[in-house]
């Protein structure tokens, strides 16, 4: 089966310390994105990529990191500089960039910092 | 900027009630236009989409129409069933520049049936 798969689906860390979040898609797609999903808030895009070795920040990519050296790979690292690290972490791909394009999400992974 | 807006849940229903969500939108151009659904829990599903101007999405039985001359795009469903609670976010496609393809989503409206 073709998807998205993220993990773990909950993580805890202690303040200070840094985390990496997994996305590894099977789709064939160019496009991989990250988002931050906050309660009551709709999604918002922490960085973005076209194609390997290439990304770009979203809306709000202070304190995180990515990397894309494999088509179907796309992790996140929550770093320390992350003031309010603490939300439900969405992974999303596209055929391509493109308006006309949906996106595919995964199932989320919840970071909880204490 | 673009931008979406909803309207503000949560919304609760009676099971085979009448659903309307409304979506408004702010873009210049032509952004397709797509609705998600979140089940507790869970990632968004893709639930339906527009393309252009006049374009109806269905699916499931729920459908929304584009329209540009009141930059909306309303999900409906004559009956809803107690299994359609869930979260719903209305989305728009980014047109400009480097940041074609992104998604902009308005906040979301729970929906809760009730048998």
């Known amino acids: 089966d073709g998807g998205i798969t993220q993990s773990p689906k909950y993580l805890f860390r202690k303040e200070g310390q840094n985390v990496t979040l997994s996305c590894e898609q099977n789709?064939?797609?160019?496009?991989m994105y990250w988002y931050r999903q906050d309660p009551g808030q709709g999604l918002r895009l922490i960085y973005y990529s076209q194609i390997v070795n290439d990304f770009q920040k979203g809306d709000i990519a202070e304190g995180y990191s990515v990397s894309r050296e494999k088509k179907e790979s796309f992790p996140l690292t929550v770093t320390s500089a992350q003031k309010n690290p603490t939300a439900f972490y969405l992974c999303?791909?596209?055929?391509?960039?493109?308006?006309?394009?949906?996106?595919?999400f995964g199932p989320g992974t919840r970071l909880t910092v204490t | 900027g673009n931008s979406v807006t909803q309207m503000e849940g949560p919304v609760t229903l009676s099971e085979e009630a009448f659903l309307t969500i409304n979506c408004t939108y702010t873009?210049?151009?032509?952004?397709?236009l797509f609705w998600y659904v979140q089940y507790p829990g869970e990632g968004l599903q893709l639930l339906l989409k527009?393309?252009?101007?006049?374009d109806k999405g269905s699916n499931k039985g729920f459908e929304a129409t584009y329209r540009k001359e009141t930059t909306s795009f309303h999900l409906e469903k004559g009956s809803v069933q107690v299994s359609d609670s869930a979260v719903y976010f209305c989305a728009l496609s980014d047109l400009s520049g480097g940041s074609q393809g992104n998604l902009i989503f308005g906040k979301g409206t729970k929906l809760s049936v009730k048998p």
């Open positions: 873009a210049t151009g032509y952004p397709s």
């Open positions: 789709l064939n797609h160019d496009a």
């Open positions: 999303a791909s596209s055929i391509a960039r493109q308006s006309s394009y949906e996106q595919y």
């Open positions: 527009a393309t252009k101007a006049d």
